[in-house]
Nanobody, 120 residues
Framework: QVQLQESGPGLVKPSQTLSLTCTVS??????????WSWVRQPPGKGREWMGA???????YYSESLKSRASISRDNAKYTVYLQMNSLKPEDTAVYYC????????????WGQGTQVTVSS
């Protein structure tokens, strides 16, 4: 059973850079055809797909965030990272790590999410 665990700072000031970590257990992040995504949910709103890194290392981003977000990985540490710069208060959300077994497929595994608040 694949399990995902997000971790991050919790509180970030506006204009700073957010760095989140997703640690994967029970599976490899290079498992063929798997995609590892970051998804966020602002308070009172629906979930927003932010981007993903594929089993082969290719990355994909939403149009609205591609100028600010960067997804990377460390295969040896079974870890996927999200960095997003120039944070704004509207980036306040619960950030989730998610795994899909093929491109555009349904999410098979979710992390529990980590709250990020952008405030001075």
């Amino acid at each position: 059973q694949v399990q995902l665990q997000e971790s991050g700072p919790g509180l970030v000031k506006p204009s700073q850079t957010l760095s989140l970590t997703c640690t994967v257990s029970g599976g490899s992040i290079t498992t063929p055809h798997f995609y590892w995504s970051w998804v966020r949910q602002p308070p009172g709103k629906g979930r927003e797909w932010m981007g993903a890194i594929a089993f082969d290392g290719d990355t994909y981003y939403s149009e609205s965030l591609k100028s600010r977000a960067s997804i990377s990985r460390d295969n040896a540490k079974y870890t996927v990272y999200l960095q997003m710069n120039s944070l704004k208060p509207e980036d306040t959300a619960v950030y989730y790590c998610a795994a899909q077994s093929y491109c555009s497929g349904p999410v098979r595994y979710w992390g529990q999410g980590t709250q990020v608040t952008v405030s001075s």
